[in-house]
Structure formats: structure tokens, C-alpha cells
């Protein structure tokens, strides 16, 4: 480890601002997420790191200046206080090599996350999730922060079919408003939709985004296959023998059905075109299952009618 004066460039009477300003300087220039897979700038960075945790330290910078720490701040010798061999009861700071709690002016990680804090996700754990701080010694590692919470906002949108086949539900924010929620064709269950901008606003940063999860909801008449609904008509005895038409509900309205005579229950019609919405245009099929029903009135001719069958 060279001599960490000649790693931040600064003579041996600089100040405290001249040292953090020829730092702020060099990490800009050397940090890892600037210089990819560049190794020997990876190693400078780790080498400049370890500088100012010594000049940028008051008492470290003072223990360095007297000798009793060397180039990577460990200590030079083990000194005996107060006739005590094992060094007991000694007082951290000036005089201790081991003297830690010295008062600062500046982390190499609260500066790093004022360089980087926006690109960086505001602390110096990068995009890529790694912590440039580790593996570069103690001082290092004792002043690393937690990384700020993350300001996106996670909730939930209940979704019906009628949302699918418009395209938008809505969702209620924290804040007690409600904003549209745009739904792509062929969204599923579980689906994650981000919404720019509408997340929680730390203090010093731009808002985070909204992750909204679609919950599909069950629908009473139409059961969902993909682009596709599925659902039931009751087809009265009468028409499913002789023909006729009956009123079918679809998911924009109601329309009248063509049954042919001699229908039997399960017979599944589709409806060409009133399905949801499909990724590269036009919409899916509605496939009506044909339900008999028996009279109520008349089932005593009908029983007998049919004994007459058999007969």
C-alpha cells in the first residue's frame, strides 16, 4: 500500500477539504461501476478507499503522522500502558494504535453516495448489487450504511373481466386517490405493472414507481380460457326440439342465439369476435354451452307424452 498522501495526490499539510475534494476527485474517476471490468482501476479505487478511511479520519490521520499506524492504517507496535503488559484499560483514539471512534470529516461511503446517489440508488451498493466497499479492510466495512429502503410502491388492482375488455381498472394510492391503471391484452394473474413516477418521494431523490400486481377477479356468468369466455344459456325443452332463438348474455351485451331443432344440453355454440382483447388486434370467442330446461307447467303432459313413447 503505498503512501496514502501520494494515493490522494495531496501534500502533507493539506487540509481537511483539500483531502476530501482530491477524494471526491478520484472516486469519480476509479470507482468500479465507471470503469467495468477494469481490474487495475478496480484496485486503484481499493487503494484510494483505504487513504482517506486514514487522512480522512482525524486521529487516524494523527496516529499515521506519528508513525503509530502504517500505509494500510494497521498498527506499527502494541504499546504498554500503565505498567499493564497486556495493554489494558488503554484510552481509544490518541496514542492507542488500536484507537478507533475518531471523529471524521466525511465517510468514504456518505461521499461516495453523494457522487453516485441518483445513478447509484443512492448508497454505494450499485445497480449491479455488490458493495465496492468489501474486501477493503475494517474502516471500510465499520462505516458502511444500510441501503436506503427502496422507494417503489407495492400494491395490488383487482381485475374483472369487464376491466380486461376496456383495458384500465383503476387503483386507490395511499394518498386516497384513484388513478388509471392501463391493462395490456392477455394480462394474467400475477402480472406486474410498473407505473413511472408513482411511488414513495424520499427527501433528495425522485419518486419511486408504483408495482402494481393484477388480481384476477371471478366473474358470475363467464368463466375466462385465455382470450376466450366460456359461459351457459338455458335452452328451453321446446326449442331445443323444434328450434328457436333465445337471448344470450355477452360481455358488451345481450343478443339473440340461433338454437336448431333437435339441440342437445352441452352442445356449445361460439360466438365469433365477443371474447377479450388479443395482443396483435382483435378479440377472442365467446363459446356458450347449451343447458336444458324442462317445463315446470307442463311436466305432467310431458311424462305422459313420453310414456306414450314407450309404449
Do not use: C
Not at 4 to 11: E, T
Not at 52 to 69: M, P, S, T, V, W
Not at 225 to 241: C, K, Y
Not at 253 to 270: D, E, M
Amino acid at each position: 500500500m503505498p503512501n496514502p498522501y501520494s494515493v490522494l495526490g495531496v501534500q502533507k499539510s493539506a487540509d481537511e477539504k483539500a483531502i476530501k475534494s482530491a477524494f471526491r476527485k478520484l472516486a469519480m474517476k476509479y470507482h468500479p461501476d465507471q470503469n467495468k471490468d477494469n481490474k487495475s482501476a478496480q484496485s486503484k479505487f481499493s487503494e484510494i478507499n483505504q487513504a482517506y478511511e486514514i487522512l480522512g479520519d482525524k486521529e487516524k490521520r494523527a496516529q499515521y503522522d506519528r508513525g503509530e499506524i502504517d500505509d494500510e492504517g494497521k498498527p506499527k507496535f502494541a504499546g504498554f500502558e500503565s505498567g499493564n503488559p497486556f495493554g489494558g484499560g488503554g484510552r481509544a483514539g490518541s496514542g492507542n494504535p488500536f484507537g478507533g471512534g475518531g471523529q471524521g470529516f466525511g465517510g468514504a461511503e456518505d461521499i461516495l453516495s453523494e457522487i453516485f446517489g441518483s445513478a447509484f440508488g443512492g448508497s454505494a451498493r450499485n445497480q449491479a448489487g455488490h458493495n465496492p466497499f468489501e474486501g477493503m479492510g475494517a474502516g471500510a466495512r465499520q462505516q458502511t450504511r444500510p441501503t436506503p429502503p427502496s422507494a417503489d410502491l407495492e400494491m395490488k388492482a383487482g381485475v374483472t373481466i369487464e376491466d380486461l375488455l376496456r383495458g384500465k381498472t383503476n387503483v386507490r394510492m395511499p394518498d386516497g386517490k384513484q388513478i388509471a391503471v392501463s391493462i395490456p391484452a392477455e394480462a394474467e394473474d400475477g402480472q406486474v405493472i410498473r407505473l413511472k413516477g408513482k411511488g414513495k418521494q424520499a427527501a433528495g431523490r425522485k419518486p419511486g414507481d408504483a408495482l402494481v400486481t393484477l388480481v384476477m377477479k371471478n366473474h358470475p356468468r363467464f368463466r375466462r380460457e385465455g382470450v376466450d369466455l366460456r359461459s351457459e344459456v338455458d335452452v328451453p325443452l321446446e326449442i331445443a326440439v323444434l328450434g328457436g332463438k333465445v337471448a344470450v348474455d355477452t360481455i358488451d351485451g345481450k343478443l339473440s342465439l340461433n338454437i336448431p331443432s333437435g339441440t342437445s344440453s352441452g352442445k356449445v355454440f361460439r360466438l365469433k369476435g365477443k371474447g377479450l382483447p388479443k395482443k396483435k388486434g382483435g378479440f377472442g370467442d365467446l363459446l356458450v354451452s347449451a343447458s336444458l330446461q324442462l317445463p315446470e307447467k307442463d311436466l305432467k303432459q310431458l311424462v305422459t307424452f313420453f310414456e306414450t313413447l314407450k309404449s
